[in-house]
């Protein structure tokens, strides 16, 4: 009862009884003590393998708040995080599957775990922010937000381009030693707190607490900057990524280009085609299996001539690898996140790398290999590219540990730029060895699955992200017949209409009793 009396929310009013204590225990034992443990603190069984590691509540350390930095949560920042999971890590969205009563008895529970709830001289009051100014989207506006980002440090850990690659970023470390990642701007919709441009104004205002991400809520209260060129700020970061949530499509299409195909990772005509996001996992279904992969994503983009095919690869990635400079974050990544190795991993000087999944002939219907890389019986034509030596070949995997290099290897060039990776990938469509490579055929769907690693986060073998299979398609020009048939019919269908109606109106003329003939006879 005295937990009941003394655990009051956000707003006074609402006082939390003991019966919603006792209903979050069975609540947060059944769905949430695997990740953060029984007792609170980030311990849990799951826990070893997730990098970031789950929230420790018993310290009363909130990332993700509206309060200033040093506060505690409101039970609305509670809730808020419960409902909506926190995007980038392993902390999922529970509204759809907790009632709303059962969210509230959890948030309750949890507090229990740490002391400073029950400290009564604790005001829990959400920071007053300001209304965003319009024209946040103006060339001006995002020209003044880049002056801050610059002044006030962010591409010290965020780089010069956002993608998490600042000279800062291989030495950063959580308040519990845990190694962390500078966030890649890039892609707002894995940001924890919210993609949009208020959610990113109030991170900045009340900082990441527990992380090296501070609150500038103290540089406006210097006048350093105004809290209009801190949302300013705010807009650049948002501009920096797509403007909306990339939409995951199961087809990749490849329109017909008529003449050479480009070869360049930043020839123009990139710019014009359509592009597509392959969204990427760990691979957890071999050992050793890898729960913290940095690849999240590839854009893909595909082109065709009728004689050859190029595919454009775009994926953020905050190292060149191999490099030195990241060697001592990759050794505290693997010493941080648990593996079932017969031995432990060890630290080294990895590539990059990019895998592109074909089967070895295309299917009639909708069977395909096994996607992780196929089976000895039934092998999978890849395209591999390698940053270390930067070329790529094309072989026949037979599951993750045997790969058979094939004589034929698409042609390849490479951009690394500021944290992204920039590929082409060319072969002609048809090839000699019919066995073994695929024979690419306009119009049909054909498999294709992407697979990458990342060797400064110690990244090998079959510690790698992977896709489930997709479908690329190359188009076909529309044959002139398409556009002409149709104006031949409708030419017809209205010489045939004015046929009738001249036929008609003949008839009518001619016919007893009606116009001068009528007249006439009588």
Known sequence: MLAAAIFLSSSPAVRLSAQDTTAGKKVY?????GCHGDTGAGDGAAAPAMLPRPRNFTGAVYKIRTTASGQLPTDADLMRAIDEGLPGSAMPAWKARLSEAERRDVIAYIKTFSSFFTDTSQHIVPLGFGKEPGG???????????????SIGCRKCHGDQGRGDGPSAPTLKDDAGFPIFAADLHQSWRFRGGGRTDDIYRRLRTGLDGTPMPSFSDLIDQKFLTDEELWRLSQYVRSLSPAREPEVRDVIHAPQLGGTLPASPDDTTWARVDRYWVPLVGQVIRKPRWFAPTVSGVWVQALHNGRQLALRLRW??????????WLALERRVLETV??????????????DQVAVQLPRHIPNGM??????????????YQWRWTSEPRRAVAGLARGLDQFDTLATAPESQAVWDHGEWRVVLTRSLATPDTANELQFVAGRAIPVALFAWDGSNGEH???????????LALDQPTPPRVFISPVVAMALTLGLGFMVVWRAQRRAAGSPGTGAGAGAGT
């Open 29 to 33: 034992v059944k769905w949430c003590a």
């Open 136 to 150: 946040g989207t103006s060339a001006q506006a995002v020209k003044t937000g880049r002056l801050f980002y610059d």
């Open 316 to 325: 953020d990635d905050r190292t060149q690898s191999p490099d030195t400079a």
């Open 338 to 351: 648990a593996s079932d190795d017969s031995t432990p991993p060890v630290a080294g000087l990895w590539p």
């Open 367 to 380: 069977e395909r290999p096994y996607f992780l890389m196929g089976t000895v019986t039934d092998p999978v």
């Open 461 to 471: 073998g079959s510690r790698l992200a992977v896709s489930t299979w997709y479908f």
